[in-house]
């Protein structure tokens, strides 16, 4: 069971990335997928969430996202992905995406498996 997230990289404020979390090992939309992040010297914090694993789809943003990150999953591919729009220098951060047999929660310590973390910077 692995989760690779990619997509990280360095842009310029107002800028965009798309992030990628693929999983393998197991079935990916049986699963919820979060994504969280962690910036130097505080908390890893939840950014996203989606939930997929009955008929219907259940999402979850941060405040300070709302608006500017979509969250997208391709179970075909068992991907996730995070697009993130209008950067700001406060987005900079690692960010691990991560995979809990259960509903959506924003708690990190609830998820069992983790990606290695992809780097983010924004600059102003």
């Known amino acids: 069971v692995q989760l690779q997230a990619s997509g990280g990289g360095s842009v310029q404020s107002g800028g965009s990335l798309r992030l990628s979390c693929v999983a393998s090992g197991f079935t990916l939309g049986d699963y919820a997928v979060a994504w969280f992040r962690q910036a130097p010297g505080k908390e890893r914090e939840a950014v996203s969430c989606?939930?997929?694993?009955?008929?219907?789809?259940?999402?979850y943003y941060a405040d300070s996202v709302k608006g500017r990150f979509t969250l997208s999953r391709d179970n075909t591919k068992s991907t996730v992905y995070l697009q993130m729009n209008s950067l700001r220098p406060e987005d900079t951060a690692v960010y691990y995406c991560a995979a809990r047999i259960a509903e959506i929660s924003t708690k990190d310590f609830e998820y069992r498996y983790w990606g290695q973390g992809t780097l983010v910077t924004v600059s102003s």
């Open positions: 989606i939930d997929t694993s009955d008929e219907n789809t259940y999402y």
